[in-house]
């Protein structure tokens, strides 16, 4: 009952804040009147990328690795500077809904026709079931749902798992279908930040109910001694070559990876597009960043902690959070805390059905199938897509329960596009001569050299061999010297010049460059720290034995 009172609450909070907005304009509908402040983007920036996947894949790996994993939390924050000094300012200043707006505006055309069939075919064949999947069977393990259903299932002849899946997949897709097609990214973004500080609150509470189990009644900071004796080793920022995320490929596919999902990935940006000015969005961007330096402490710690409670169990990496959570969670807190697990699923959700209705409608419908549309049908075509896509999305949902390493398969997937998007994104604010053709070559060739990487023999060995991460390295590497060559062989005529749209106010906002350095700072100081804390822990244990 506390998991449906705090769900409804967000839901009534959201309507009364959202209740006259305008719904009924392509900008009101997909960019929020372009009337968002820097709390509201930030909110819907962090939850939006928050899902159940990773709070309970994150901590399993560092179940297995330790704190070398915060690499995939702390390292986004370099890209989201990035977004704030230089990726914003170019998409702000056209005026763009979408990243293939912005593409068809430096290049031509044919360019964002590509890009946006790409992005739909991502998240529409891809992304959606995998979030209503995940997003389920972790709801099933926190809330033990087959349990609730009693005999019910018995009775019908369906396993109380199964049904468990199809209910809660279903609940969660109409849910977000509601919050995405009736309210229009403002909508969201309003629910993503209410449901944020649950989240926040939520992550955090795991994290302190698990030390003071940990210190054994004597309190959390007994629990933190505790673990830092036992894990020394472990935390240790610096990933060794059989650790997930080795420390080179920070510098290779793990930075590329987070600089396309923080500045050119749709799902995620779109909220930035609706900024009421370029300061308010630097300011949410860069909020951001500060609120992800965070994120270890819930997204990484409890994971380390579970080592430590279940060490010699043989338990999988994937099942210590949810474990974590049933043990170490006062029964009290549990609707509260699946109220705010449910929050991040359905951000995750929204957002990504939120940004598959604007690619439809402004780069499909308002592009290729009927150009004179008026606003009033260009927002109905989006939402009529975004019910035929929800539907869909939820039929598909329960059928990946029979799947075999489905997040291996996603990432495979997601870089075969994250990539070339990036290079053609990059190189086309970086560069005013590059001609269209070099943006089509890049996506498809690609798109062609990832996948035959990836899945086709033997070179899908030397991949492995080399570390994929650092694969997708030489792959960026590659194209945009393919692109800058045929720049020089083949250039546009006349130089690109972009103009301002007038969409937003452009003045910056006067902190950007000093907030950006010191987040900078941060991710630097945190790695020294924790590479030095390692140091230090191993000259202590020399001196010890001596």
């Known amino acids: 009952m506390s998991c449906l009172f705090f769900t409804?609450?967000?839901g009534v909070l959201t309507w009364w804040i959202t209740r006259n907005d305008d719904h009924e304009t392509s900008s009101g509908y997909f960019l929020g009147g372009r009337t968002l402040t820097f709390p509201l983007i930030a909110g819907s920036l962090l939850l939006t990328n928050l899902s159940t996947e990773q709070m309970v894949g994150l901590n399993g790996v560092a179940f297995t690795d330790g704190?070398?994993?915060?690499?995939?939390?702390?390292?986004?924050?370099?890209?989201?500077?990035?977004?704030?000094?230089f990726f914003l300012p170019h998409f702000l200043r056209s005026g763009v809904a979408t990243v293939p707006e912005y593409l068809a505006i430096r290049y031509d055309h044919p360019t964002q026709v590509i890009t946006n069939a790409i992005f739909l075919v991502a998240y529409v064949g891809i992304l959606l079931p995998i979030i209503l999947y995940t997003g389920a069977t972790g709801m099933i393990g926190i809330l033990n749902v087959p349990a609730m259903l009693g005999s019910l299932p018995a009775t019908v002849g369906i396993d109380p798992g199964t049904l468990a899946l199809w209910m809660i997949v279903w609940c969660v897709g109409i849910i977000g279908s509601i919050y995405a097609l009736f309210g229009g990214l403002r909508t969201v973004a309003v629910s993503d930040t209410l449901n944020g500080i649950g989240l926040f609150v939520g992550g955090?509470?795991?994290?302190?109910?698990?030390?003071s189990q940990l210190g054994d009644g004597d309190g959390m900071m007994a629990g933190a001694d505790r673990l830092i004796s036992e894990q020394r080793a472990r935390f240790n920022s610096v990933g060794g070559p059989d650790a997930s995320v080795p420390f080179g490929t920070l510098f290779s596919g793990v930075f590329l990876l987070t600089l396309f999902y923080w500045t050119t990935n749709q799902q995620i940006i779109q909220r930035t597009f609706g900024a009421s000015s370029l300061a308010e969005g630097q300011k949410g961007v860069l909020?951001?960043?500060?609120?992800?330096?965070?994120?270890?402490?819930?997204?990484?710690?409890?994971?380390?902690?579970?080592?430590?409670?279940?060490?010699?169990?043989?338990?999988?990496?994937?099942?210590?959070?949810?474990?974590?959570?049933?043990?170490?969670?006062?029964?009290?807190?549990?609707?509260?805390?699946?109220?705010?697990m449910l929050g991040a699923i359905l951000s995750s959700?929204?957002?990504?059905?939120?940004s598959s209705c604007t690619l439809f409608s402004l780069g499909v419908y308002k592009n290729?199938?009927?150009?004179?549309?008026?606003?009033?049908?260009v927002v109905r075509s989006g939402k009529v897509f975004g019910w035929i896509v929800a539907i869909i999305a939820m039929c598909v949902a329960p059928l990946l329960a029979n799947t075999t390493s489905i997040f291996g398969y996603l990432q495979k997937m997601n870089g075969m596009y994250f990539i070339p998007i990036?290079?053609?994104?990059?190189?086309?604010?970086?560069?005013?001569?590059v001609p269209p053709i070099a943006a089509k070559l890049a996506l498809a060739i690609g798109f062609a050299v990832i996948a035959t990487g990836y899945f086709v023999h033997p070179f899908d060995e030397m991949v492995a061999a080399l570390h994929e991460l650092h694969f997708l390295g030489l792959v960026f590497l590659f194209l945009v010297s393919l692109m800058l060559v045929i720049g020089k062989t083949v250039p546009r005529e006349t130089d690109f010049e972009?103009?301002?749209?007038?969409?937003?106010?452009?003045?910056p906002w006067r902190y950007t460059p000093v907030a950006g350095m010191a987040l900078i700072a941060m991710v630097f100081a945190i790695y020294i720290f924790f590479a030095d804390f390692n140091a230090l822990s191993l000259n202590s244990s020399l001196s010890e034995l001596r």
């Open 8 to 10: 409804s609450l967000v």
């Open 349 to 354: 959700f929204n957002s990504a059905l939120n």
């Open 368 to 377: 290729l199938i009927r150009k004179d549309a008026s606003e009033t049908l």
């Open 422 to 433: 990036l290079v053609v994104v990059l190189i086309g604010m970086s560069t005013k001569r």
């Open 204 to 211: 955090f509470m795991i994290t302190g109910f698990a030390l």
């Open 498 to 507: 972009q103009t301002d749209a007038g969409a937003v106010d452009m003045t």
């Open 67 to 85: 704190l070398c994993v915060m690499a995939w939390e702390v390292v986004c924050v370099i890209s989201l500077v990035f977004m704030a000094w």
């Open 287 to 340: 909020l951001t960043g500060a609120l992800k330096l965070l994120g270890p402490i819930f997204l990484v710690l409890p994971g380390m902690i579970a080592f430590s409670l279940f060490a010699g169990q043989d338990i999988k990496p994937d099942e210590a959070y949810g474990r974590l959570v049933n043990r170490v969670l006062p029964a009290p807190l549990t609707g509260f805390f699946a109220a705010a």
